[in-house]
Structures are given as structure tokens and as C-alpha cells.
Antibody
Framework: QVQLVQSGVEVKKPGATVKVSCKTS????????ISWVRQAPGQGLEWVGW????????DYAQIVQGRVTMTTDASTSTAYMELTSLTSDDTAVYYC????????????WGQGTLVTVSA | DIQMTQSPSSLSASVGDRVTITCRAS??????LNWYLRKPGRAPKLLIS???SLQTGVPSRFSGSGSGTDFTLTITFLQPEDFATYYC?????????FGQGTKLEIK
């Protein structure tokens, strides 16, 4: 079955960089987009960005534009999200999710990765 | 960015009740509207995509409707496992914005 397994908890200091991985299985990796969504404590869901594993095209939310890089490795069916210049506002659980046509809802999700930014 | 406004933000209901959650987009989004269920400590679960298309395995007591800018999620005959937070999301244009969520609580 379709599975997305994310890397573990991260604790970072302000200004640092974090890279979260999302290893997929159970489907053809390049056939579906991967979105990244986060949820800060007490807040709602926030879309961070999207990558097309077939061609590497990306689209990022303005809130992280210039600080985020999403990549994929088709040889391992793994997606990555790197976020630089971390602040306390980036403290959140980060999810990767598979986007499916025709309207690109996210039908399968990783378990989430807690990223805590604290001095 | 397209703004998604959900109402109500919270809702109390009893097992067996029928509830409706609404979602309004700040501009037309055709049928690019998805509904998710979120339980504490769990990843979101896609319930409905393309306004009204139920995902495999989602009970038929869930239904979606609407067009253009106004959409609804209806749950008939509420079950104990339905008490959670629900989010709408537009996937018409990036950023794929979410509504602020509706917390459905047991009365």
C-alpha cells in the first residue's frame, strides 16, 4: 500500500537549517506530486509548497519563499524539504503528502516531523 | 492568495445528529475543493476531493456539495469517531490554502 515515512524529530537553534525527508513506497514516485504542509502549535494547517517529482518543478508559499528548497531523489523515491534561517515561527509539525489528480487533493500523508526552533 | 473561510469554527453535536460545515472561497475555484478530517496527533485524512468525490473507504454518511465559491460538508448520523477537526482546502491555485478548521465536539 501507499506509504510515506518521514524523518524524526528535529530541534534547532534560530538561524539554523533543517532538512526533512519523506520516503515513499507503494506507488510510482514520479506519477504524483508531493506537497508539504505544516501545523504550528494551536494553529491550523498551512501549505508550505509542492514539488513535481517527474520534472523537479516547485512552487513555494510566500511565507517561506527564499528559505525553502524542495527536492526529490527518484532512485530512492524520497522527497526532501530544506528550510533555512529558522525562527521560532517555523516551529511546527511538518507533513509530506501525495497529491492526486484530478484536483490535487492529498490522499496519503507522512506521519509528520516535529521541528522545534528554540534558543 | 485565495482565502478560505470556514464556518462555524466550532460545533457541538450528538451521536446520530446531522451537521453541516461551510467553506467559502474568496474567488471562484471551480471544483478544486477538498475536505480533510484531522484527529489529534494524527495526519490529516482526505475525505472528499473535487467537491463531492468520496475517497475510497470513507463512509457514505459524508457528503460534499457546492460550486464556484460556496461549498458544504455534510455528515449525517454522526458517529463517535467523527468528532474531530475538519478542514477545507482549495487546490485551484497555489498556495493551496486551507480553511481555519471546524472543531466538531460531542455535546
Amino acid at each position: 500500500q501507499v506509504q510515506l515515512v518521514q524523518s524524526g524529530v528535529e530541534v534547532k537553534k534560530p538561524g539554523a537549517t533543517v532538512k526533512v525527508s519523506c520516503k515513499t513506497s507503494g506507488y510510482t514516485f514520479t506519477d504524483y506530486g508531493i506537497s508539504w504542509v505544516r501545523q504550528a502549535p494551536g494553529q491550523g494547517l498551512e501549505w508550505v509548497g509542492w514539488i513535481n517529482p517527474n520534472n523537479g518543478n516547485t512552487d513555494y508559499a510566500q511565507i517561506v519563499q527564499g528559505r525553502v528548497t524542495m527536492t526529490t531523489d527518484a532512485s530512492t523515491s524520497t522527497a526532501y524539504m530544506e528550510l533555512t534561517s529558522l525562527t521560532s515561527d517555523d516551529t511546527a509539525v511538518y507533513y509530506c503528502a501525495r497529491d492526486v489528480p484530478p484536483v490535487w487533493g492529498s490522499d496519503s500523508w507522512g506521519q509528520g516531523t516535529l521541528v522545534t526552533v528554540s534558543a | 492568495d485565495i482565502q478560505m473561510t470556514q464556518s462555524p469554527s466550532s460545533l457541538s453535536a450528538s451521536v446520530g445528529d446531522r451537521v453541516t460545515i461551510t467553506c467559502r472561497a474568496s474567488q471562484t475555484i471551480d471544483n478544486y475543493l477538498n475536505w480533510y478530517l484531522r484527529k489529534p496527533g494524527r495526519a490529516p485524512k482526505l475525505l472528499i476531493s473535487a467537491v463531492s468525490s468520496l475517497q475510497t473507504g470513507v463512509p457514505s454518511r459524508f457528503s460534499g456539495s457546492g460550486s464556484g465559491t460556496d461549498f458544504t460538508l455534510t455528515i449525517t448520523f454522526l458517529q463517535p469517531e467523527d468528532f474531530a477537526t475538519y478542514y477545507c482546502q482549495q487546490s485551484y491555485a497555489t498556495p493551496y490554502t486551507f480553511g481555519q478548521g471546524t472543531k466538531l465536539e460531542i455535546k
